[in-house]
């Protein structure tokens, strides 16, 4: 499949990128048949498992589990079937040694399984868990596709928006002391004749309903504490999955036509998730566009030479017109070589070797069969 035969198909690269590092001196391949691998390599179809989907694992319980939304003291009894539904995916597709490749061209997992967070009203930590899941199962994956990664940046902030929905948290001190007063006055104005006849048993009652009202605003407090703190795992682990996966991408250099078209695409989705509150510091944003901007400078510096030179002045004028938004922000670290630096050099190498090539100074790695 195209995503096991990557590794050695950069390897390829990387020789013909390291021996050609003086572009006067033409070199070829060593062997028609490293050749031939290489192009049969990004002539592959993305891997279609013929299983079933998640959302076939939850028919037999979807409408139990739906239909347990409005009762939340049976919360238990739809998390059980969730579960359950998990399960038996988990045991059935996604333990499969074949499942990292899959989900390395195809995001659909993911997506399905956000939707049916969505569907079934689950709360954040049953979100959490399962991108958890998904984020263990990729560090496996060898690569990733760059469609996974444009897949998962146009669903992923719809289906993660009511989970970040701003919510304002009321100190429940102060409803506290609300009620108190309102216990007061009610007891004092009903009750003052067993305040004269029987004050112990008075105050005693009266200890009891404040130490009552006491311990439901703690636990109250816990509650808000636990509820954001888990929102807080739910966003780190969106961004790790993205971090994690933008380290593994890749681009099929023979549709070098919409590369630098899904870089920018990349770029806009990983801002979206800011503007979405998915991604709320400017240091997680500036990371994983990093990411980006140094995984696409490592897919320049391997397939220089199989790119037409054409492809590189197309960037040079978007850089030169300065339409990259994202490459034009201030770095937030003084002194620092910036992500429009950092690129320019990647297209000056490549676009070197992309006309080197061109000129038959440099063998094409890409020979037709």
């Given at each position: 499949?195209?995503?096991?035969?990557?590794?050695?198909?950069?390897?390829?690269?990387?020789?013909?990128?390291?021996?050609?590092?003086?572009?006067?001196?033409?070199?070829?391949?060593?062997?028609?048949?490293?050749?031939?691998?290489?192009?049969?390599?990004?002539?592959?179809?993305?891997?279609?498992?013929?299983?079933?989907?998640?959302?076939?694992?939850?028919?037999?319980?979807?409408?139990?589990?739906?239909?347990?939304?409005?009762?939340?003291?049976?919360?238990?009894?739809?998390?059980?079937?969730?579960?359950?539904?998990?399960?038996?995916?988990?045991?059935?597709?996604?333990?499969?040694?074949?499942?990292?490749?899959?989900i390395s061209q195809n995001g659909t997992p993911i997506v399905e399984f956000l939707e049916l967070c969505n569907e079934l009203n689950m709360d954040s930590e049953r979100?959490?868990?399962?991108?958890?899941?998904?984020?263990?199962?990729?560090?496996?994956?060898?690569?990733?596709?760059?469609?996974?990664?444009?897949?998962?940046?146009?669903?992923?902030?719809?289906?993660?928006?009511?989970?970040?929905?701003?919510?304002?948290?009321?100190?429940?001190?102060?409803?506290?002391?609300?009620?108190?007063?309102?216990?007061?006055?009610?007891?004092?104005?009903?009750?003052?004749?067993?305040?004269?006849?029987?004050?112990?048993?008075?105050?005693?009652?009266?200890?009891?309903?404040?130490?009552?009202?006491?311990?439901?605003?703690?636990?109250?407090?816990?509650?808000?504490?636990?509820?954001?703190?888990?929102?807080?795992?739910?966003?780190?682990?969106?961004?790790?999955?993205?971090?994690?996966?933008?380290?593994?991408?890749?681009?099929?250099?023979?549709?070098?036509?919409?590369?630098?078209?899904?870089?920018?695409?990349?770029?806009?989705?990983?801002?979206?998730?800011?503007?979405?509150?998915?991604?709320?510091?400017?240091?997680?944003?500036?990371?994983?566009?990093?990411?980006?901007?140094?995984?696409?400078?490592?897919?320049?510096?391997?397939?220089?030479?199989?790119?037409?030179?054409?492809?590189?002045?197309?960037?040079e004028i978007d850089l030169e017109n300065k339409v990259v938004f994202f490459l034009e922000e201030p770095e937030l670290d003084e002194g620092i070589k910036t992500k429009?630096?950092?690129?320019?050099?990647?297209?000056?190498?490549?676009?070197?070797?992309?006309?080197?090539?061109?000129?038959?100074?440099?063998?094409?790695?890409?020979?037709?069969?």
């Amino acid at each position: 499949m195209k995503i096991k035969k990557i590794l050695f198909a950069f390897a390829i690269l990387f020789n013909i990128a390291f021996i050609n590092a003086n572009v006067d001196q033409p070199t070829e391949l060593d062997s028609t048949k490293d050749q031939i691998a290489f192009e049969n390599f990004f002539r592959q179809t993305p891997l279609q498992m013929s299983t079933y989907s998640m959302k076939h694992f939850f028919k037999g319980n979807y409408s139990t589990i739906y239909n347990l939304n409005q009762y939340r003291s049976i919360k238990n009894s739809k998390d059980a079937l969730f579960n359950k539904s998990m399960s038996e995916y988990i045991q059935t597709i996604f333990n499969l040694e074949e499942y990292q490749e899959s989900i390395s061209q195809n995001g659909t997992p993911i997506v399905e399984f956000l939707e049916l967070c969505n569907e079934l009203n689950m709360d954040s930590e049953r979100a959490y868990s399962g991108l958890r899941l998904f984020y263990n199962k990729i560090k496996g994956c060898e690569l990733i596709d760059d469609t996974v990664i444009n897949q998962l940046l146009n669903k992923m902030p719809t289906l993660l928006l009511k989970y970040f929905e701003d919510k304002k948290y009321e100190s429940p001190f102060i409803s506290l002391a609300y009620n108190i007063e309102k216990l007061l006055f009610s007891k004092f104005s009903n009750e003052i004749d067993l305040f004269g006849q029987a004050p112990d048993l008075f105050l005693s009652d009266l200890s009891e309903n404040i130490s009552l009202l006491t311990q439901n605003t703690f636990n109250k407090l816990e509650e808000n504490n636990n509820e954001k703190e888990i929102s807080n795992r739910l966003k780190n682990i969106v961004i790790k999955i993205f971090e994690l996966s933008l380290n593994k991408t890749i681009w099929d250099y023979q549709r070098y036509e919409s590369t630098w078209s899904s870089v920018l695409s990349i770029a806009n989705g990983l801002e979206n998730l800011a503007s979405c509150r998915i991604i709320t510091h400017i240091d997680d944003l500036d990371e994983v566009l990093w990411s980006l901007t140094e995984r696409f400078c490592f897919f320049l510096d391997f397939v220089g030479a199989a790119l037409p030179v054409s492809f590189y002045e197309n960037i040079e004028i978007d850089l030169e017109n300065k339409v990259v938004f994202f490459l034009e922000e201030p770095e937030l670290d003084e002194g620092i070589k910036t992500k429009k630096e950092r690129l320019i050099e990647s297209l000056t190498r490549g676009k070197l070797k992309a006309a080197a090539a061109e000129k038959g100074l440099l063998s094409d790695p890409t020979i037709a069969t």
